[in-house]
């Protein structure tokens, strides 16, 4: 009993003593800037469109520049600019999984219109291949018919 | 016209099926995203916005008090937006610059950095408006600047490099890019399997007077 009580004891001293060691705001928003980076290159790497990608930049840029209205030390109202940029971050994460949907689909669509239009194009090629052997036979028949057999 | 019986139709099939073979292939090699060589192009250019009139009468010996416009240029070449970090560093003559073999960065202290999201085969310029608001010199002949301004911001310089008589200070400009590996800036870029680093320097005079 007494030894359990110890232990007890012992552990809730440890805790105590050792919090859990809890991350920073900077490096939480280090990570969600990360994530939101792995999104927006998704988005691209999906075919998203220059203007696409422009839209995206100018939202993370405007994270930046939040992130320097945090850092100025004349600032004393830190605490909106920062829920602002995890708003900001927020709402940039969330076009680029949209624009990545459609860049995604768009990119599908284009490839599988290439892939018809190349079948398209040696069908048609076949159909020209296929005429011009015809007509060249016919021409080669009436050369043939043209011949006169004459006697020496 | 020609009718197409069964017969054709299966001695076309052949011909039929060596052009899509060809068109498909032509096809998949035009969609598929060929492999880049991936680089940034970093430079500086004067007042004017060209390669030239970096200094106020093409002299380097630099008043206090006197502005000087310069415009740090990157082109993305990565084939992917880039996060990057102008980092501009004072340095002296003996401060050891960046290390293109070891891609080591220079070890003068930061005076100020520039964060920028760059799209793909884009070009950032950004104004680097600066001007030595005040700086100490020696009986030994030793001078140092104490006070920076870059833009709107003024740098209280604290562990600034300190020149002997005649020596000349330099401006370190170093690229760094955003690692999502490590969530942090690296000082160089991988193109493949090797590793790259761009950076710059520009050199200037410390005057009291007209020089």
Known sequence: MAASVAFLLVVLTFLIIYPAPVSSQSNLQSQQLTKVIED???????????????????????????????????????????SQIAV???????????????AAH????????????????????????HYALLLRRRERVKRVLRMKIVAR | MVKLNFRRLRRLLPVFLTFLILFETVAIIATTPKPRTRFFEFYVLGANGSAADYYPNNSSFIQTGQPITWFLAVINRMSSMQFIDIRVRLANQSLTAPNDTTLSPSSAPVVADFERFIQNNQTLKVPFIWQVQNFTTTSQGSSRIVQLQIGNVTYSLQNAPTCVTSCSFRFIFELWTWSLESSQFQFAWWNGNEQQIAWLQLWFRLTPGVP
């Open chain 1, 40 to 82: 927006v290159l998704k988005a691209e790497s999906a075919g998203a469109r220059p203007d696409e990608m422009a839209k995206l930049a100018a939202g993370l840029n405007d994270v930046l520049s939040l992130e320097n209205e945090l850092q100025t030390p004349q600032d004393s109202n830190k605490a909106q600019p920062t």
């Open chain 1, 106 to 129: 768009r990119t599908f669509e284009n490839q599988i219109r290439t892939y018809l239009l190349a079948a398209f194009a040696s069908f048609l090629a076949t159909i020209i291949a």
């Open chain 1, 88 to 102: 900001e971050l927020e709402n940039v994460d969330t076009q680029a999984k949209q624009i990545e949907i459609i």
